[in-house]
C-alpha cells in the first residue's frame, strides 16, 4: 500500500477493532472528562473545594499503579489489562451515573482514576505487541492521531452539550462515557490472538530497572518535557485571561489548532524520523519548548498589537514539540528497553506522564504568583535542561535509530 506508507501509516489489517477502540475510548474521554468536576459541583451537590480535594486524592491513590502494572504485564499481557482497565472505568462512570454519596463517588473517582494509570501503563505495550517488523514507531503514531481526534471531538460534543440547562448535559456525557468505555472494551477483545502474542526470546533473567541508571534518568528527563506538554493547557487560559491583552476565545483556538496538529501529524513525523535517531528528535523537542516559554514569557514585554500574532507564533513552537514528543517519546523508549521485559519498562516510562500531572497545577499557580511571566521561563529553563540531559544521556544509551520491531 504505497500510499498508507507515503502517510507513515502502518499495516492495519485484522487490527481495525484497537484503532476504533481508540477513539471512541478517547471521545468518551473528551466528553466527560471537562465536565467532571462541574458534574460533582451541580448535579452531586458536593462543594468546588471538597470535589477538587476528592478528585486530587483519589489520583494520587492511583500512583502506584504502574509499578503494579510493571509487575504483572510480561506474564498476563498488555490486552488483558488494557480491556480490564476499560471495564474498570465504565463500572466507575455507572456509579458517578447513579451515585450521590460522596463516599461512593471518591470509590469510582479512585477505580476510574486507577484504571486510566493502567490503561495509560499497557496500552504502548499493546501497541508494539500488534505491529508488524518495523512498524512499531508508526503504530505509536497512528495509536496517538486516533486518540486526538477521538478526544478532540469528544470535547466539541461537550461543548454542545454545555449549551443545555440544568443536569441532563452532565448525565449524558457521564453515560456517554460509560458507553464508550464498554464498547472500546469489547472491541479490544476482538484483536486476533495473533497479533497479540509475545515473542520474547529466553535470554537470561529480567533485567532490574531500578539499577538502569540510564532508563531512570530517561524517565527523569521526559517528566520534564510531560510538564511542558501540561503546562500549554493549564497555564494558557489563565494567562490570557489575567495577563495578556488579548481576546479570551483565542484560548479556545489555540488549543483546538494544537489539538488537530496531533490528530494529523504524528504518522507523517513519524514517516520523517523513524530513520533518524530518536534521542536527538527528543533533543530537538526540549530546545523548541525552550523558545516556545522565552516566547510566552516575553509577550509581557511587547506592544498590545503584537499580543496575538506572538502568542499564534508561541503555539506554532509548542505544537511543533508536541507532535515530535508524541510521536518520538514512547517509541524511544521501547527502542531502548531490553526486549525481556520491555512491558515492565514502558509501564514504568509513564510514571514521568504521572508526575507531571500531579505537579502540574502547582507548578504553574504557585509560579505565576510570584510573577506573571515565571513559570515559562522556569519551564524555558527545565526544556533546556532536559536537552542537555538527554545529550549527555546519548552516550549511555544504544544508537536507536533503527527499531527492533
Known sequence: ??????????????RVPLLVGLAIDSFGGGCAGPLLLLFFVRVADIPLGTAGVLLTVATLFSVAAPAAVGLVIDRVGPRNLVTAAQFAQGVAFVGFFFGR?????????????????????SVFSLLADVSDEGDRDRWFGLGGMMQAAGFGLGALAAGVLLTIDGDLPFLLAIGLNAVTFFIAGVLMLWIHPDHTARSVEDTGPMPLLRRDKPFLVLIGANTILALCTMLMGVGLPVYVTEALPAPKWLVGVLLAAVSVVLATGQTLVVRHTEHRRKMNVMVLVGLLWMVWGLLMAGLLHVPAALV?????????????GDVLHAATGNALAAAVAPERGQGKYLSYWQYSFTFASVLVPVFFAQLFVV???VPWLVISGL???AAITLVLLDRALPDVTAQRR
Open 101 to 121: 454519596s460522596m463516599w461512593l463517588l471518591f470509590l469510582c473517582a479512585l477505580l476510574t482514576t486507577t484504571g486510566q494509570r493502567v490503561f495509560w501503563s
Open 308 to 320: 496575538v500574532p506572538g502568542l499564534v507564533l508561541a503555539t506554532v513552537f509548542f505544537a511543533a
Open 371 to 373: 510573577g506573571h511571566a
Open 1 to 14: 500500500m504505497p500510499t498508507a506508507t507515503s502517510l507513515g501509516l502502518p499495516n492495519v489489517r485484522g
Open 383 to 385: 526544556a533546556l535542561g
